[in-house]
């Protein structure tokens, strides 16, 4: 292959390096009204009344919008396909403001010092209500936090608001009370995960424009700018074929971008004004009143044979949405169907409960979508398990675990938000990474634990994973392709660059096929008039799902090049990329064929078109190794070496992958060890600033070593599978069970912090 | 009140407010390369040079650097540009919105420090956060444009 599995620089790399304007707000009008947002102070309160005469009569204030300006039409922000899997619970403004930091109304004025000396003039009388602020007991609270009749469920998912519960799930594979009696040991122990927060660098930002064609036209930066369009007229009951969409550089989502913040309040001022408006978030507004990773408690139960025969899993889980339920169900659902294959030589499996609604921040998409939560739980309690077992945790998994060829009922039973899809893991290198990494990190030498001194143990610990490649019959991408004059391509995508690069590997994918050079095809992403539909970037399905539709139309576009081509040299052809060599001896070079077309005879546009929908969705696997050393005296510790072995198929571009893993690994070690939303007993969020939530910076990362297996995904473009959500999924458990290595402190609940450490070693002391 | 500053080599004169920070200045004319992150000097997306030194900008009154000299990437675009092929040769260009920030410190850090260790380069960047690349690769870019410079 000449350019996929390459390693080209990104595509905009140098344009972006040299600050050419790229983002959303580069693109703002210059004399955008400034809207913001006046935001709750209480964690649940009604808004008895607001009287916003006082920032009205201020100078330079254009407008203020109040519930009392919209019509009652609940929605979900979620940003997902639809009918979406996510409640319709959420209006543009309410009566109830349900989380500190809830949308009260909204002011848009000529600059942002007159539009917050407007929100401070704005008087609100709340009525105060008990706030629910524990997850645990939020079932059947006698505070509900959804009491308004309108809201519903698309399809059913277990929405029960008068209970608190914005989603349920259950399913069993066998009978695991059973199969659980027979086993030689049982362990059962409980596992939580904390909130995390996405932190991409570039804040949630929209503006709006009615441009000379009386369309309302957004810049946003989002990950699903044909969903935002969709929820933009849905909301406002504005034709969808008024709104266009734009989305430009993106800095950074991870889920966080999937769903919709300020578009549908940019919206409305600029309709109402008819002038350019926007909306930037302060960080503190990305912290509190955006959206953060679902918190969850997992009650586990293993069952094993003494011979390490894995037998069945009972796995319980409760989650936090938070006030509204984005994602409520399908995270949830991901704990479960992107955790529990892994093992899949069970002869039981169960995996139920509940997604509850709190006074919190909204749970949201966030990299790892679930996974990670199950991961940290089921991979900590397999090395558990193997602790009652006296048995090796590497040879436990590689006698359990997935392996090429198999399948797991699972797949069949559990979707997103719907039934699953059976498939054979035809790609499946989980043995070759686990063997991989054993060597990298010197596991024979460390394991479990190396005292360097008196008060220093280096330990060692790993997980497994795996992930998906797009949800199967849901997620559809699709690609144009278009031949200019001089032989050169555009391809347009529906698919979201937002950082990730997919802008180069889907340009990788479309010149390999059409014997190009990647500097051929120039590319034009997620514009809603002017690209092809694509869900956009989430549930890692970008590569998969749109690579395959890009594939497909430079097939398309070659097959339309050669018929041409035979027209003109009136003979068979073979095309190399440059030059169509006849039969009868006759060249012609693409350039001239593509002047011919335009200019000369047989003039026409040469165009392709094709759309992808999965009809299955091959997990990437990896195994995570890590290495820390660990000072029992105080309970801290240093990650010496991360070391990740990837299964993701071919690697369209094996730089870029890595950084997706990376990228991924010291996310997930930010929420293993340093992240944590705090709430505090009133319901305020502590850690609004990057002050007090702490991400890595590069003074925590000493080394990460990152391989990729060798493998081929026959169903994806040139033997790939996704690769940006799996390195994020293995950190928490494998640092969880390297701790345990060095001290026999077993972490139970995320983050790992030197204080849980040394009260663990207190307590065994005792 | 009126302003001097000379941004990247040209004098420009601006009215502004007492209370308006640099990075707003900087944005409102154009200058779209420096950008807000986090609002109160923890991220590193809005660094400037100030006189050569790395300064977030949205925490430095512009009154402050008036008659003071500014560098934003624009200044520097001829190290930007080979800088910005190491990232790309190393994969280490995801959302780019540091990135320009990233070119500006590492260009008054081998002014300050010409041979840096691997750990005097973590620590003068330990202010440039990034949540995209796992700093590896950018490390690795980093590096190798020094030894290819220098």
């Known amino acids: 292959m000449n350019v996929v599995n390459q390693s080209h620089p990104s595509i905009d790399g140098k344009g972006i390096m040299m600050g050419k304007k790229a983002y959303t707000d580069d693109f703002a009008e210059p004399d955008s009204l400034i809207v913001k947002v006046l935001r709750s102070p209480h964690p649940y309160a009604r808004i008895v009344s607001i009287d916003t005469s006082k920032a009205n009569a201020l100078t330079g204030v254009e407008l203020v919008l109040t519930h009392k300006d919209f019509e009652r039409i609940p929605f979900t922000r979620a940003g997902q396909g639809y009918p979406e899997p996510s409640p319709h619970d959420k209006f543009v403004f309410d009566e109830y403001v349900r989380y500190v930091g809830d949308e009260v109304c909204a002011v848009a004025a000529q600059s942002e010092t007159i539009a917050n000396q407007a929100l401070e003039l704005i008087e609100v009388e709340y009525e105060v209500l008990e706030p629910v602020l524990d997850f645990e007991t939020a079932i059947d609270h006698e505070v509900v936090i959804h009491p308004e009749p309108e809201i519903h469920e698309m399809f059913p998912i277990g929405f029960k608001p008068k209970r608190n519960i914005a989603a349920q799930y259950s399913m069993e594979v066998g009978n695991v009370e059973e199969v659980l009696k027979t086993c030689d040991v049982v362990i059962s122990d409980t596992f939580y995960t904390q909130a995390q927060a996405h932190v991409m660098l570039e804040p949630h930002t929209v503006n709006a424009r009615i441009d000379y064609q009386n369309r309302l036209v957004l810049y946003s930066a989002t990950q699903t700018h044909v969903h935002v369009r969709r929820i933009i007229s849905q909301a406002l009951k504005y034709p969808l074929s008024k709104i266009r969409v734009i989305k430009p550089r993106v800095g950074g989502g991870f889920g966080g971008k999937q769903a919709i913040h300020g578009e549908i309040i940019v919206s409305k001022v600029t309709l109402l004004t008819g002038k350019p408006s926007k909306m930037v978030y302060t960080r503190k507004e990305v912290f509190e009143s955006s959206y953060s990773r679902h918190p969850m408690r997992f009650k586990m139960k293993l069952g094993a044979m003494k011979d390490g025969t894995l037998k069945a899993i009972d796995c319980q889980v409760l989650s936090d949405t938070g006030a509204y339920g984005e994602h409520a169900l399908t995270v949830f659902m991901v704990a479960g169907s992107k955790v529990l294959p892994l093992y899949n030589k069970v002869d039981a499996v169960k995996f139920y409960g509940d997604v509850v609604y709190t006074n919190h921040t909204p749970a949201g998409a966030f990299r790892g979508y679930g996974a990670i939560q199950g991961n940290y739980a089921l991979e900590s309690a397999v090395d558990m398990l193997c602790d009652e077992l006296k048995m090796d945790p590497i040879l436990f998994r590689q006698k359990n675990m997935m392996l090429e060829g198999e399948t797991s009922p699972i797949f069949e039973i559990m979707g997103e938000g719907t039934e699953g899809t059976a498939m054979i893991m035809e790609s499946c290198k989980l043995d070759y990474c686990v063997k991989r990494g054993l060597e990298l990190i010197d596991w024979k030498n460390k394991y479990p634990r190396v005292p360097l001194n008196k008060h220093i143990v280096k330990g060692v610990g790993m997980a497994i994973a795996m992930q998906g490649s797009g949800i199967p019959y849901i997620d559809m991408g699709a690609a144009t392709i278009k031949l200019n004059d001089d032989g050169f391509y555009n391809l347009m995508i529906g698919a979201t660059d937002i950082g990730q690069g997919s802008d180069t590997i889907l340009a990788q994918i479309a010149a390999e096929e059409l014997g190009a050079k990647l500097d051929q095809i120039i590319v034009y992403s997620s514009d809603s008039d002017l690209t092809p539909f694509d869900t956009g970037a989430y549930a890692s399905s970008t590569t998969y799902v749109s690579g395959n539709a890009v594939l497909n139309a430079a097939k398309q576009m070659k097959e339309l090049l050669i018929e041409e081509a035979q027209r003109a040299l009136d003979t068979e052809v073979s095309f190399d990329g440059v030059t169509f060599k006849g039969q009868n001896g006759k060249e012609i070079s693409l350039k001239e064929l593509s002047n011919r077309l335009y200019y000369n005879e047989d003039q026409k546009q040469l165009t392709s078109t094709a759309s992808y929908v999965g009809h299955k969705s091959p997990p990437p696997f990896m195994a995570g190794f890590v290495e820390v050393d660990v000072d029992i005296e105080t309970g801290e510790f240093d990650i010496i070496d991360y070391v990740s072995v990837v299964d993701c198929g071919v690697t369209i571009n094996p730089k870029l992958a890595q950084g997706q893993v990376e990228g991924g690994i010291v996310q997930g070690i930010g929420m293993a060890v340093y992240e944590d939303v705090k709430i505090s007993k009133t319901g305020k969020m502590i850690t609004n600033d990057l002050l007090n939530y702490r991400i890595p910076s590069r003074l925590e990362i000493n080394r990460l070593t990152t391989e990729f297996a060798k493998s081929y995904e026959t169903s994806g473009p040139f033997g790939a599978k996704s690769v940006g959500e799996i390195g994020i999924d293995t950190p928490p458990a494998a640092i969880a069970n390297a701790i345990y290595n060095a001290t026999g402190v077993r972490i139970k609940s995320l983050p790992i912090t030197p204080e849980k450490i040394l009260k663990g070693m207190k307590e065994r002391g005792r | ?150």
């Open chain 2, 1 to 150: 009140m009126r302003v001097s500053l000379t941004i990247n080599g040209d004098v420009k004169a601006f009215d502004v407010s007492i209370e308006e920070y640099l990075l707003d200045t900087l944005r409102k004319h154009n200058y779209k390369s420096v950008r807000r992150g986090c609002d109160n000097t923890t991220c590193g997306a809005c660094t400037v040079l100030l006189d050569g030194k790395p300064v977030p900008s949205c925490s430095i009154l512009t009154v402050r650097a008036d008659q003071h000299e500014i560098t934003t990437v624009e200044g520097i675009a001829k190290e930007a540009e080979r800088l910005s092929e190491y990232f790309g040769h190393e994969g280490a260009d995801q959302c780019g919105y540091c990135n320009p920030s990233i070119a500006l410190t590492v260009h008054a850090m081998l002014l300050e420090n010409p041979k840096p260790t691997d750990e005097d380069i973590k620590k003068y960047l330990v202010g440039n956060l990034c949540r995209c690349t796992g700093y590896e690769g950018q490390f690795r870019a980093i590096k190798k444009y020094m030894e290819d410079e220098l």
